[in-house]
């Protein structure tokens, strides 16, 4: 990122979700001119799904080639794989289960049905893809229940 940080407002959370789509696709498909690949680092909540909703809508996700995107969480809900509140869960049903994703550059965070083990190596990455610059962080309990 270059220059100052730039504050926007927009008037409601769909516009502002559809306005972070149109710059997001631009810098992916920025990405992927300048060094063949993308990666982004996703988040759930309302605006993090609101995003990947307006992403999936948006016309020009067809400029996005998905097959050279790596996707990243910067968070997760330690729960079993396919609950509702993991933020992977909830991104497959926003977004990635509608677009030509590699399967291999998609890396979620393990859920707590595993497999997970702790002094396992690093996961491999596709060719052509930078090492992860990522600290995992994991929430252990559902919002309800903190």
């Known amino acids: 990122m270059t220059g100052a940080p730039q504050l926007v407002v927009h008037r409601d959370k769909e516009l502002m979700a559809r306005a972070a789509a149109a710059r997001l696709i631009t810098k992916i498909v920025d990405a992927q001119s300048a060094r063949g690949y993308a ?15 307006a992403l999936a809508a948006s016309p020009a996700r067809d400029a996005v080639d998905w097959s050279r995107l790596d996707l990243w969480w910067g968070d997760e809900r330690f729960l079993p794989d396919g609950d ?8 497959r049903a926003a977004l990635l289960d509608a677009v030509p994703l590699n399967p291999a550059r998609v890396h ?19 060719p052509n ?6 600290r995992r962080t994991t929430a252990r309990c559902r919002p309800s229940t903190c």
Request: no cysteine; charged share 15%.
């Open 39 to 53: 990666s982004v680092v996703l988040t759930g909540g309302r605006n993090g799904n609101g995003l990947l909703a």
């Open 84 to 91: 509702p509140e993991r933020n992977y869960t909830q991104a």
């Open 108 to 126: 979620p965070m393990p859920a707590s049905d595993g497999p997970y083990e702790v002094d396992a190596p690093p996961r491999s990455t596709p």
């Open 129 to 134: 893809s930078p090492p992860p610059r990522v």
